[in-house]
T-cell receptor, first 113, second 114 residues
Framework: AQSVTQPDIHITVSEGASLELRCNYSYGATPYLFWYVQSPGQGLQLLLKYFSGDTLVQGIKGFEAEFKRSQSSFNLRKPSVHWSDAAEYFCAVVKAAGNKLTFGGGTRVLVKP | DVKVTQSSRYLVKRTGEKVFLECVQDMDHENMFWYRQDPGLGLRLIYFSYDVKMKEKGDIPEGYSVSREKKERFSLILESASTNQTSMYLC?????????????FGSGTQLSVL
């Protein structure tokens, strides 16, 4: 069975500092990989996705993620965090098109002024 | 603009009550999903539907049922609510197709069972 692990439950970062959120997956082949963001009181919004090709993918809101097959990881990064980035972030995988998503446990990001 | 609407933002129910959570989407999506979200556990799929009157169990269907009589509406039913069903419930929808993994989510219903 596929699974997704987000090792960090909470991360606190200063505004303007860089941010990296970790995601590891457990699946034999390369799955489809996603990052979603949930702002307070909102539903989830897709930040970016990786299906194939270039292992560095760009998303919305200035985020990017890098797929590393050797590490079974898909970490999310942002060079300079804004206060509005305070939210909960979820990594998700699906093993093939049309299959259902499996979500990680989420990482809550707090942004200090 | 894409819209998935959940009828209630907050609900408080008593143990043993029958609870209906409603979800409506206006995007003509084939797929609809119900997730529950709990701290540290992320989102877990309860049920999904890929067509009217069709449903499939997700990862945690016990204690829940669903109904999809019309394409735009997907209802989650707690036949006899229990305290361990206190949670945030999220509805989502998507098109069928190669990239149907892009889900559109509602804002969620926070259910408290007392």
């Amino acid at each position: 069975a596929q699974s997704v692990t987000q090792p960090d439950i909470h991360i606190t970062v200063s505004e303007g500092a860089s941010l990296e959120l970790r995601c590891n997956y457990s699946y034999g082949a390369t799955p489809y990989l996603f990052w979603y963001v949930q702002s307070p009181g909102q539903g989830l919004q897709l930040l970016l996705k990786y299906f194939s090709g270039d292992t560095l993918v760009q998303g919305i809101k200035g985020f990017e993620a890098e797929f590393k097959r050797s590490q079974s990881s898909f970490n999310l990064r942002k060079p300079s965090v804004h206060w509005s980035d305070a939210a909960e972030y979820f990594c998700a995988v699906v093993k093939a098109a049309g299959n259902k998503l499996t979500f990680g446990g989420g990482t809550r990001v707090l942004v200090k002024p | 603009d894409v819209k998935v609407t959940q009828s209630s933002r907050y609900l408080v129910k008593r143990t043993g009550e029958k609870v209906f959570l409603e979800c409506v989407q206006d995007m003509d999506h084939e797929n609809m999903f119900w997730y529950r979200q709990d701290p540290g556990l992320g989102l877990r799929l309860i049920y999904f539907s890929y067509d009217v009157k069709m449903k499939e169990k997700g990862d945690i269907p016990e204690g829940y049922s669903v109904s999809r009589e019309k394409k735009e509406r997907f209802s989650l039913i707690l036949e006899s609510a229990s305290t361990n069903q206190t949670s945030m419930y999220l509805c989502a929808s998507s098109f069928i197709g190669a990239t149907n993994e892009k889900l559109f989510f509602g804002s969620g219903t926070q259910l408290s069972v007392l």
